[in-house]
């Protein structure tokens, strides 16, 4: 920031000297002074793309703001991704594999939503849990993508499914994704290549719920949280934050739930159906506790809920989290 500063008073010093000055006591071209302004526009774009690359304002900016604020901007692997006692249990492969506390009987398994949750839990209380997580996670054993190569997706699906055959311990299952994907990139099963997506998604659920009742395991699955409608992704530029963070008014950027996608609005209403039919599965909101009567926020007191248009801030996750922990505390409760 002192740089900045000091290139100022050189910039305005120099503007002073080469231009305003000599154009007052008429002693400069026109000339001179057309390759002065193009030197000092090079200089001033240069310095300023130099600051964009390298974040200096923002991390100035930044540095005066709360540490909940500055989380909003954390960044996936801010945080040591493995552990070795994770590791151990669950094997080697995943983008993030953590423990928390001692003897955990809970684990959290998702795609990117579960890695960034970790942004959360590493400085919050919980249960004792696993948390595994990788980019694009499909929960799903016998499906393929259409759209895209994922031989070691599905080798990791299989290594998390054979880890909670093999270890009786892990009771609870939390699950943690964008579950809307599973109906924009089209899976084909290999029980039926002739179902549909929507066919897919809810038998591969039902064979999912049915194969964690036979292994004894509780399960929570965590509905999505809504995705920011296009039209309000300005609120989450930095600079719509740096202007307006100040200002308290949360319903700057409060969008009607009913704008989610319709796959979201399908795989909510297929979970919560199938859910319904298996009493050792529960079922977490994020929806619920992210919009209040209909109207979604992306800010609430004045700190971000969201990371991006789809991804939630550690200060998001409070307010999700919470609703999960009791979740899990009842199913240990009902054990006992």
């Not at 929507?198 to 509905?223: A, G, Q, S």
């Amino acid at each position: 920031m002192v740089t900045i500063v000091l290139l100022s008073f050189i910039f305005a010093y120099l503007t002073y000297t080469l231009i305003e000055r000599p154009m007052r006591s008429k002693k400069a071209t026109w000339r001179l002074v057309l390759v002065l302004v193009l030197v000092m526009a090079i200089s001033t774009l240069g310095t300023k793309e130099l600051i964009r690359k390298n974040k200096v304002l923002e991390t100035w900016m930044l540095s005066n703001q709360s540490e909940e604020t500055r989380d909003v901007r954390t960044e996936y692997y801010s945080f040591e991704p493995y552990d070795s006692e994770c590791i151990k249990t669950l094997g080697k492969g995943f983008h993030i594999c953590q423990k928390r506390g001692d003897q955990p009987n809970t684990i959290v398994f998702g795609d990117s939503h579960a890695i960034l949750l970790w942004n959360y839990l590493r400085s919050n209380q919980s249960e004792p849990l696993y948390l595994v997580g990788n980019h694009g996670a499909v929960i799903f054993e016998n499906v393929l993508r259409l759209k895209e190569d994922d031989a070691e997706l599905h080798k990791l699906t299989h290594q998390f499914w054979d880890s909670l055959r093999q270890t009786p311990e892990l009771e609870i299952i939390v699950l943690f994704g964008y579950w809307a994907n599973y109906l924009d990139k089209e899976m084909i099963s290999k029980t039926n290549s002739k179902w549909n997506k929507e066919e897919v998604f809810r038998n591969h659920w039902h064979e999912t719920f049915k194969e964690l009742k036979e292994l004894n395991k509780k399960v929570i699955v965590v509905l999505d949280n809504p995705t920011v409608p296009e039209n309000y992704k300005y609120c989450l530029t930095w600079k719509f934050q740096r202007i307006n963070l100040g200002d308290k008014d949360e319903t700057l950027c409060m969008f009607d739930s009913k704008e989610v996608s319709d796959e979201e609005r399908l795989t909510r209403q297929i979970l919560q159906e199938e859910a319904s039919k298996w009493p050792n599965v529960k079922i977490v909101d994020a929806q619920a506790k992210l919009c209040l009567n209909g109207r979604c926020q992306v800010f609430r007191e004045v700190l971000q809920l969201y990371r991006d248009d789809d991804h939630l801030s550690p200060f998001g996750y409070r307010f999700v989290w919470p609703e999960i922990d009791e979740r899990i505390k009842e199913f240990e409760k009902k054990r006992e």
